[in-house]
């Protein structure tokens, strides 16, 4: 079992930026490749970004590519998300998520543990 938990939401004016963690404890961190969604209301769960076990691959959604940046410190088994020039369009709540396999980081179905979530507002 791998516990995480989110932290770092909050309320943001378009073109600002915020770093989100997610803590991880339970099993090895570091055997798990993690990766962050995010769902707006009335949406469905979307892919944003992940890394690899070791923090040498990262992949990105196209429209975050070159404004969010992952992140992971396997010493203090903790997985960061710095958002950048960020739109309105991207309020959501931000999910991290733990898998174990790189090639499918994109498939929400291939993540094994979850976080509850952390609430991200942008305003216009």
């Known amino acids: 079992q791998v516990h995480l938990v989110e932290s770092g939401g909050g309320l943001v004016q378009a073109g600002g930026s915020l770093r989100l963690s997610c803590a991880a404890s339970g099993r090895t961190f570091s055997n798990y490749c993690m990766g962050w969604f995010r769902q707006a209301p009335g949406k469905e769960r979307e892919f944003v970004a992940a890394?690899?076990?070791?923090?040498?691959?990262?992949y990105y959604a196209d429209s975050v590519r070159g404004r969010f940046t992952i992140a992971r410190d396997n010493a203090k088994n903790t997985v960061y998300l710095q958002m950048n020039s960020l739109k309105s369009e991207e309020t959501a709540v931000y999910y991290c998520?733990?898998?174990?396999?790189?090639?499918?980081?994109?498939?929400?179905?291939?993540?094994?543990?979850w976080g509850q979530g952390t609430q991200v507002t942008v305003s216009s």
């Open positions: 890394i690899s076990r070791d923090g040498g691959s990262t």
């Open positions: 998520a733990a898998t174990r396999t790189f090639a499918t980081v994109i498939r929400i179905y291939e993540y094994d543990y």
